[in-house]
């Protein structure tokens, strides 16, 4: 399993993300991110860009103004 990092601008969350993140849930994503940096990759479809997990991570980040993660791609 190879860890790269990727533009933000280019992740595609997926529309039939069955999870959601309320105010007090995102805040708590929010203040993680910013306590511990990223401490897991957000997993992609490899050639899509389409994420299979991490929708609030990444939702977190662009609240935080961060234009790249680290993914981990799968087939």
Do not use: Y
């Amino acid at each position: 399993m190879e860890i790269v990092t990727k533009r933000l601008d280019g992740l595609r969350p997926d529309p039939r993300n069955p999870r959601s993140h309320g105010e007090e849930n995102m805040a708590a994503i929010v203040a993680s991110l910013q306590r511990f940096g990223q401490a897991e990759p957000l997993v992609l479809q490899r050639g899509t860009g389409r994420i299979v997990a991490g929708h609030g991570r990444l939702e977190g980040r662009r609240k935080l103004g961060w234009e790249t993660c680290q993914v981990v791609e799968l087939d």
